[in-house]
């Protein structure tokens, strides 16, 4: 038995031994490597943070991400014709960041208000009072 994308077989089996002859109280932690879908729950949790703590991610409208959204989508297609299979993993993983970020905005627009902020795919953000976006993932 190894250690493979699920986690440790020998470590679960033998944790799931001594709770079945000693019943106690088990936690699972939220974010642990041994829970499949562990990483997508990391990522939401990271998503909620920084809408809730980055002014940048908390000012943002779904009107205002569209365009770091078109741009990923574009390099999945890039990458799919390109035949770089190889780097279609990370792309796919940008336009899942996308949508997540998608999925924290609420429907009534920015959580907080804050000035006018104008956005470019390529680039840093920047707001009408100048400021620069430096907290938010989706910078590069």
């Keep these: 038995m190894g250690r493979g994308a699920e986690g440790d077989e020998a470590l679960l089996r033998e944790i799931g031994a001594l709770v079945v002859a000693d019943p106690l109280d088990v936690e699972v932690l939220h974010g642990s490597y041994d829970l499949p879908g562990a990483r997508l729950l990391d990522l939401v949790t990271v998503m909620d943070t920084l809408r809730r703590e980055c002014p940048w991610d908390r000012e943002q409208t779904h009107e205002s991400l569209v365009p770091y959204l078109l741009e990923e ?3 999945v297609l890039d990458t799919v014709e390109s035949g770089d299979l190889g780097a ?3 792309e796919l ?3 899942l960041m996308q949508v997540a970020f998608h999925s924290v905005v609420p429907p009534s ?3 907080a208000p ?3 902020s104008t956005t470019s795919p390529r680039g840093s953000s920047t707001s009408s009072s100048g400021g620069t976006r430096t ?3 989706t910078s590069r």
């Design 73 to 75: 989508s574009y390099e």
């Design 88 to 90: 279609l993993r990370e």
């Design 93 to 95: 993983g940008d336009v």
């Design 109 to 111: 627009g920015p959580t």
């Design 114 to 116: 804050s000035s006018r």
């Design 135 to 137: 907290c938010s993932p």
